[in-house]
Each structure stands twice: as structure tokens, then as C-alpha cells.
């Protein structure tokens, strides 16, 4: 057991407060920031981070209350009245932490710190908490930020969805009635998506910023697949505004592989639960044992389908002629062996080898010999690719599995933390409403440099 689990049996007030003041061996970081940067799984998932989490995660809302979480949902999601139902909840009275130290104090030696461990620390009774305080709680609370993020998510991908089935048209240029409305140059619901993303892109700008670490930033999972989101929408943005055929097409493939993304990027909203957020990393990681047999499969793949192609189609390249006495008069070549390169070729080769390992088997017809190598180099492939490395696979999936469910709590808790860390610093209302947050952020960072810069002057004078 750690030290920071037994000054949490001890006293959980006193642990969890340990947590938000900053090491000073360690330049005045804090504990949790140490760990994250450590990937120390272990310290975050111990009992003390936990509870530290669970005060962060609901704010003031007491969550010890029955099913706080599903109460807390019901008020998110009703958002036109939520000052009407958020009061209703359960509150805690927002308190300073009771452990007042200086730094000076906190360069004891080791006995004098396990002394301050175990000492008991008296708490202040909670008061009454006024009804314009719960409406504010209420917004401060990261489990709110989660909730509406994750209605935003539903209801844009319904409607990017709509958008991409029937609301996608070239770009109105000759004053056709569109959705009902003449001249219309983009439909409605597509402006409203365009509005989302760009909302979306907004908020991952924010965060690259912010960051501590770019290099953190970048190498994180979910913000690869936002780069990438991005980038995808920026192209079909960008050529959905010109109106050319080839374009257009570009645009809307473009588009749907964006949509792809945006519905994968869904799967992070799974790790606020216990039961789904394990299944997230048996998901990658089986993918990267599949990634493997991918690679091999690829060999025998091109190996069997480039063979066996090229010795079936043979005949319809080549044409041997014979005089009456069996001799051989002249071979000719299809075409004069120009043009038989094209790019359905390739498909055709692709095709003819794909389908195999999914056990769509054609008959080979013929008795020639290149019909009968085809059909033991058929029966060879489909045994290596079906039965050899699909058990391969499978194997190393229950390996995966295994590891990962024998790890699955302290894997659960990590993907916690890091959802906290991030939903504590998310603007409380979810896209769009969030560039109303950040024009007010800007509007009062403007109003607080104005504010210095007069005292600055004020006193300059003085």
C-alpha cells in the first residue's frame, strides 16, 4: 500500500487534500501532474486519486446522493429550463482547503511529514447553499460539460449525417430554389453543420495553445484523430465552394470519410464508464495485432492473386497458332502487347484474392495447366489464410483480452483521470455555444490588460 493510501484511511480529507498542494522537491509541481507526466497508472488509480477525482468529476454536486449521475443527465439534457431543475439537486457548500502551509514548512524530514500525515484535520460544517450558487455550480461541474458534450455529439452527427444523405448540393450559383427557399446559395442544415465544425476546430485550437506540452498534445490518441478530422474537412470545405463536377465529388468523398472520423471520435465518451471504458483499449490493441496480420496477410495475398491472375488470363493475351500438321505457325499477342495495363487490372487482381479469404471460393474451370496450378495455389492460399493465420490471430486477440482484462480497473481509472483533466478544462457550454464563451474570455482578458496598463500608468506618474 502507498503512503498516500494509508494517509487516505486515515483521513480522506487530509489525502485528498495532499494532492492539490504543489511538491516542493519537484519545483513546486503538483502530485498529479508528476504522475501524468510519469504515466504513473498505479498512483492514479489508487484510492486517494479517486476520491480526488470524484470531487472534481461532480464539483459542489454531491455525489454521494442516489443516482446522482442519472439526475445530473436528466437536468443536462431538459436545457432550456436548467436553472428550473439544476436548484433541485444536492450541493456542498464550496470551502477553502483547511491545510495552510508555507513552503518553508514543507521541508521537514521524514518523520516530522508522517507526523503531519496522521494528524487529524478539523473540517468546517457546510452551510446552506443559496439557489443562484446551485445554478452556478451547476455549470462548473466537468460531469455537465461530459453530459452536454455528449448530447452536442449525437445530435451533429445526426446531422452531419442528414446533411451527407440528402441535404449536399453544388454550390447554388444559378438562383435554383433550395430547401424551400429561393436563391439560396448553401442549405440551411449545412450551414448550421459548417457552424459545429468549425466550433469543434475552435476548441482544438484552444487546447493546443493552452497545452502544457505540444509534444503531449500531439502524441495523445484522440487528438491525432481531431488533426485528421480536421484536415479532412478542410479540404471538403474548401472544394465544396467550387463549382466543378470532379470538385464536388472530392468534396463530399471527403466529407464522408470526415463523418467516419467524427463517429470513432465518439468512442472517448465510453471511458466515463466503467464497464465500456476498458473494452476501448482491448479495441486499439487488438487492432495493433490485427495491423500484424495485416502485414502478413498482404504477402500471400499479392503473392497468390498476382500469380494465379496472371496464369488465367494467359489465354486472352496470348493466341497460339498451328498449321494442320501440328506445327507451330505463329504466336500473337493481344493488342501487340500495348494497353493491357490499366488501372481495373489492378482491382481485378485485388478482387480476385481478397474474396478468397473470406471463403467466397469460385470453381476454377479448365484442364490446362495453368487452370490446375491456379487450383492448388487456390486450395494452398485459402488453407494459409483461413485456417493458419486467422487462428494466429485469434490467439493473440485472447491474449490481448486477457491482459487487458486482468488490468481493466487500473485501466479504467487512468482513462478517468485523463477525461476529468480534460472535461475540467473545457468551456461550460458544448459547441456552438462555446464561442460565446471564448469572446467573453477574450473580451474580459482585453478589459483586465486595459486595467493594468492604467494602474501601470497611474503609478508611473506617481
Same mark, same amino acid.
Not at 468512442?267 to 464508464?273: I, P, T
Given at each position: 500500500m502507498?503512503?498516500i493510501d494509508?494517509?487516505f484511511?486515515?483521513?480522506e480529507?487530509?489525502?485528498?487534500?495532499?494532492l492539490k498542494r504543489?511538491?516542493?522537491a519537484f519545483?513546486?509541481?503538483?502530485?498529479?501532474?508528476?504522475?501524468r507526466?510519469?504515466t504513473c497508472k498505479s498512483?492514479?488509480?489508487?484510492k486517494?486519486?479517486?476520491?480526488?477525482?470524484?470531487h472534481?468529476?461532480?464539483?459542489?454536486i454531491?455525489?454521494?446522493r442516489?443516482?446522482?449521475?442519472f439526475?445530473v443527465?436528466l437536468?443536462?439534457?431538459?436545457?432550456?429550463?436548467l436553472p428550473?431543475f439544476s436548484i433541485?439537486?444536492p450541493?456542498i457548500?464550496?470551502h477553502k482547503?483547511?491545510i495552510?502551509?508555507?513552503p518553508?514548512?514543507?521541508?521537514?524530514?521524514?518523520?516530522?511529514?508522517?507526523h503531519n500525515?496522521i494528524?487529524?484535520?478539523?473540517h468546517?460544517?457546510?452551510?446552506?447553499?443559496?439557489?443562484?450558487?446551485?445554478?452556478a455550480?451547476f455549470?462548473q461541474?466537468p460531469i455537465?460539460?461530459f453530459?452536454y458534450? *455528449? =448530447? !452536442?455529439f449525437i445530435?451533429f452527427?445526426? @446531422? &452531419?449525417?442528414?446533411?451527407? $444523405?440528402?441535404?449536399?448540393?453544388p454550390?447554388?450559383?444559378y438562383?435554383?430554389?433550395?430547401?424551400?427557399?429561393q436563391n439560396l446559395?448553401?442549405?440551411?442544415?449545412?450551414?448550421i453543420?459548417?457552424?459545429?465544425?468549425?466550433s469543434l476546430?475552435s476548441?482544438e485550437?484552444?487546447q493546443?495553445?493552452?497545452?502544457?506540452s505540444?509534444r503531449?498534445y500531439?502524441?495523445g490518441m484522440?487528438n491525432i484523430?481531431?488533426?485528421f478530422?480536421?484536415i479532412?474537412?478542410l479540404?471538403?470545405?474548401i472544394t465544396r465552394?467550387?463549382?466543378?463536377?470532379?470538385?464536388?465529388?472530392?468534396?463530399k468523398?471527403?466529407l464522408c470519410?470526415d463523418?467516419?472520423?467524427?463517429?470513432?471520435?465518439t468512442?472517448?465518451?465510453?471511458?466515463?464508464?466503467e464497464k465500456?471504458?476498458?473494452?476501448?483499449? *482491448? =479495441? !486499439?490493441?487488438t487492432?495493433?495485432?490485427? @495491423? &500484424?496480420?495485416?502485414c502478413? $496477410?498482404?504477402i500471400?495475398?499479392f503473392?497468390y492473386?498476382?500469380?494465379?491472375?496472371?496464369?488465367?488470363?494467359?489465354d486472352n493475351?496470348?493466341?497460339?497458332n498451328?498449321?494442320?500438321d501440328?506445327?507451330l505457325?505463329n504466336a500473337?499477342v493481344?493488342?501487340?502487347?500495348s494497353?493491357l495495363?490499366?488501372w481495373?487490372?489492378?482491382?481485378?487482381?485485388i478482387?480476385?484474392g481478397?474474396?478468397?479469404i473470406?471463403?467466397q471460393v469460385?470453381?476454377?474451370?479448365g484442364?490446362?495447366?495453368y487452370s490446375?496450378?491456379?487450383?492448388i495455389?487456390?486450395?494452398?492460399?485459402?488453407?494459409?489464410?483461413?485456417?493458419?493465420?486467422?487462428?494466429?490471430?485469434?490467439?493473440?486477440?485472447n491474449?490481448?483480452?486477457?491482459?487487458?482484462?486482468m488490468?481493466?480497473h487500473r485501466?479504467?481509472?487512468y482513462?478517468?483521470f485523463l477525461?476529468v483533466?480534460?472535461?475540467n478544462?473545457?468551456?461550460p457550454l458544448?459547441?456552438?455555444?462555446?464561442?460565446?464563451?471564448?469572446?467573453?474570455s477574450?473580451?474580459?482578458?482585453?478589459?483586465?490588460?486595459?486595467?493594468?496598463?492604467?494602474?501601470k500608468?497611474r503609478?508611473g506618474?506617481?
Open positions: 502507498s503512503i494509508r494517509c484511511d486515515h483521513d480529507h487530509f489525502a485528498v487534500d495532499l504543489p511538491a516542493v519545483n513546486n509541481v503538483y502530485p498529479l501532474q508528476l504522475a507526466k510519469a498512483f492514479l488509480a489508487s486517494c486519486v479517486q476520491k480526488y477525482l470524484d472534481q468529476w461532480f464539483g459542489c454531491n455525489y454521494k442516489k443516482a446522482i449521475s439526475r443527465f437536468c443536462s439534457l431538459f436545457f432550456p429550463l428550473i433541485f439537486l450541493y457548500k464550496k482547503n483547511n495552510r502551509s508555507t518553508d514548512q514543507l521541508k521537514v524530514n521524514q518523520s516530522t511529514m508522517m500525515v494528524e487529524p484535520v478539523q468546517k460544517k457546510k452551510k446552506r447553499v443559496q439557489w443562484s450558487d446551485k445554478i455550480y455549470y461541474a455537465v460539460r453530459y458534450y *455528449m =448530447i !452536442f445530435i452527427l445526426g @446531422l &452531419f449525417s442528414y446533411v451527407l $444523405l440528402v441535404d449536399y448540393f454550390l447554388n450559383i438562383n435554383e430554389r433550395r430547401s424551400n427557399v446559395r448553401i442549405p440551411i442544415t449545412e450551414t453543420l459548417h457552424i459545429c465544425i468549425w476546430i476548441e485550437i484552444r493546443f495553445l493552452f497545452v502544457n505540444k503531449e500531439i502524441s484522440w484523430i481531431d488533426i478530422a480536421t479532412l474537412y479540404i471538403g470545405f465552394f467550387i463549382v466543378l463536377e470532379p470538385l464536388f465529388v472530392v468534396s468523398i471527403f470519410l463523418l467516419i472520423l467524427w463517429f470513432v471520435r468512442l472517448e465518451l465510453f471511458a466515463a464508464f465500456l471504458g476498458p473494452k476501448l483499449i *482491448m =479495441i !486499439f490493441d487492432m495493433k495485432d490485427f @495491423l &500484424f496480420f495485416v502478413f $496477410l498482404l500471400f495475398l503473392g492473386s498476382i500469380s494465379s491472375w496472371s496464369l488465367m488470363t494467359t493475351q496470348v493466341s497460339w498451328y498449321n494442320s501440328g506445327s505457325f500473337t493481344s493488342g501487340a502487347g494497353g495495363w490499366t481495373q487490372l489492378l482491382r481485378d487482381v478482387n480476385f481478397v474474396w478468397k473470406f471463403g469460385d470453381s476454377i474451370d484442364t490446362d495447366a490446375v496450378v491456379t487450383f495455389l487456390t486450395i494452398l492460399f485459402v488453407a494459409v489464410a483461413n485456417v493458419l493465420l486467422l487462428s494466429v490471430l485469434i490467439a493473440l486477440f491474449i490481448t483480452i486477457q491482459n487487458v482484462q488490468q481493466s485501466i479504467w481509472r482513462q478517468r477525461l483533466s480534460e472535461y478544462n473545457k468551456p458544448p459547441p456552438p455555444f462555446n464561442t460565446i464563451y471564448y469572446l467573453y477574450i473580451i474580459c482578458y482585453i478589459i483586465k490588460k486595459i486595467k493594468h496598463y492604467n494602474q500608468h503609478d506618474i506617481l
